[in-house]
């Protein structure tokens, strides 16, 4: 089992930069896929980017391919998202979510595959 905590969210001026950071206690985070999904107020939430369990593959929403990279360090727990030229759609709560690598879907993009998840983050892009 583990517990997603999410952190970095902020604000920024679009064409900026963040950097999301996801910390995941438990003793097993290398056994989970990780994900980023984000929600705006009236929409259902969305995927966002996910990578799996060994960092060997990744994989992205077509609205964030280029700008967004994921990457983990499964010594340190956590996952992360660089987001970069950062635009006003972007603003949302993003959520970080886990899932078990056995078995699992490849790539995990949907809501329902995840086991695990944050409790969200506020990122908002100034126009």
């Known amino acids: 089992q583990v517990q997603p905590v999410e952190s970095g969210g902020g604000l920024v001026q679009a064409g900026g930069s963040l950097r999301l950071s996801c910390a995941a206690s438990?003793?097993?985070?290398?056994?989970?896929?990780m994900g980023w999904f984000r929600q705006t107020p009236g929409k259902e939430r969305e995927f966002v980017a996910a990578i799996s369990w060994s960092a060997t593959n990744t994989y992205y929403a077509d609205a964030v391919k280029g700008r967004f990279t994921i990457s983990r360090d499964n010594a340190k727990n956590t996952v992360y998202l660089q987001m970069n030229s950062l635009k006003p759609e972007d603003t949302a709560v993003y959520y970080c979510a886990a899932v078990r690598r056995g078995g699992s879907i490849w790539p995990p993009r949907e809501e329902y595959l995840y086991d695990y998840w944050g409790q969200g983050t506020q990122v908002t892009v100034s126009s």
């Open positions: 438990g003793r097993t985070f290398s056994s989970y896929h």
